[in-house]
Nanobody, 117 residues
């Protein structure tokens, strides 16, 4: 069964840092790219960052550029989101997604990030 599982969310003070991880399975899954999105209660899910699995090219939402970094570990089908200088408005449920080459995009269940002011 194809799936992605996020981890690493938690409570952090404003200005602090946090690392999110996401593992895509099965290990044999051929991935085109993986991404992070976030969603606050009552709001639409918004794009945060994406990384191309082959070229390693990245893209970011404007409000996280310079603060968030997406990276990956090919050997483990894992993507990371390193977040620094966190702001209260970054507090959301963060979702990981994987876009396989030959099947539909897969979404995780989300991990909660809370930023105290």
């Amino acid at each position: 069964q194809e799936q992605v599982v996020e981890s690493g969310g938690g409570l952090v003070e404003a200005g602090g840092s946090l690392r999110l991880s996401c593992v895509a399975s099965p290990r044999s899954l051929s991935i085109a790219d993986m991404a992070w999105s976030r969603q606050a209660p009552g709001k639409e899910r918004e794009f945060v960052a994406r990384i191309n699995w082959i070229s390693r090219s990245t893209e970011y939402a404007d409000d996280v550029k310079g603060r968030f970094t997406i990276s990956k570990d090919n050997t483990k089908n894992t993507v990371f989101l390193d977040m620094k200088s966190l702001k209260p408005e970054d507090a959301d449920i963060y979702y990981c997604s994987a876009r396989p080459l030959f099947s539909r995009e897969i979404w995780g269940q989300g991990t909660q990030v809370t930023v105290s002011s």
